[in-house]
């Protein structure tokens, strides 16, 4: 099966700017989906497709990718946005539906 | 409003079995396929399979082949995921998530059903 993977952690400064990136070879062929997990809850989408969010999610949280690599960008982060971050696509080995996590990313807003 | 209400936390021995359901609302249950994720203590999440609530197919992650089984109930808008033959490593939250649809995401998440495993 595919892997994604995620650089562990990263850190921001409130207001400012932070890319997650997440790679594998099933980006090659599928759209990542990007999801918020604070402690104790259960993830909640925040990125899916080409670069679209669902009701309710702030503009600042964006999409994009390219090759085998795709990024979740945070533009003026929040304290609120401190979270692990996961992506995950459609695994594009095998013959039948599946789906891959990325490793997951700490985000820590200072 | 759309929600996914899950079952609630269980204590299981190794060798056992679970069963965990997901109650559907505030949707067409069979227009949306269902995913199952887990996630052990302090890890990061790891799918497990989908079901298609219309005609039951289902696709299981290879890890648990042999020991995880999808089902639905239409008549009460219910998915269940059975895990068998536990051991402690399947010790984890297990979720339910309901697919887009039309973009391969995880739309609408249920709460989340703790699942020890522990002699």
């Known amino acids: 099966s595919s892997e994604l993977t995620q650089d562990p952690a990263v850190s921001v400064a409130l207001g400012q700017t932070v890319r997650i990136t997440c790679q594998g070879d099933?980006?090659?062929?599928?759209?990542a989906s990007w999801y918020q997990q604070k402690p104790g809850q259960a993830p909640v989408l925040v990125i899916y497709g080409k670069n679209n969010r669902p009701s309710g999610i702030p503009d600042r949280f964006s999409g994009s990718s390219s090759g085998n690599t795709a990024s979740l960008t945070i533009t003026g982060a929040q304290a609120e946005d401190e979270a692990d971050y996961y992506c995950n696509s459609r695994d594009s080995s095998g013959n039948h539906p599946s789906y891959v996590f990325g490793t997951g990313t700490k985000v820590t807003v200072l | 409003q759309v929600q996914l209400v899950q079952s609630g936390a269980e204590v299981k021995k190794p060798g056992a079995s679970v069963k965990v359901s997901c109650k559907a609302s505030?949707?067409?249950?069979?227009?949306?396929?269902m995913h199952w994720v887990r996630q052990a203590p302090g890890q990061g999440l790891e799918w497990m399979g989908i079901?298609?609530?219309?005609?039951?197919?289902?696709s299981y992650a290879q890890k648990f082949q042999g020991r995880v089984t999808m089902t639905r109930d239409t008549s009460t808008s219910t998915v269940y995921m059975e895990l068998s033959s536990l051991r402690s490593e399947d010790t984890a939250v297990y979720y339910c998530?309901?697919?887009?649809?039309?973009?391969?995401?995880?739309?609408?998440w249920g709460q989340g059903t703790m699942v020890t495993v522990s002699s």
């Open positions: 505030g949707y067409t249950f069979t227009s949306y396929y």
């Open positions: 079901i298609n609530p219309s005609g039951g197919s289902t």
């Open positions: 099933s980006l090659r062929s599928y759209y």
């Open positions: 998530a309901r697919d887009s649809s039309s973009s391969d995401a995880f739309d609408i």
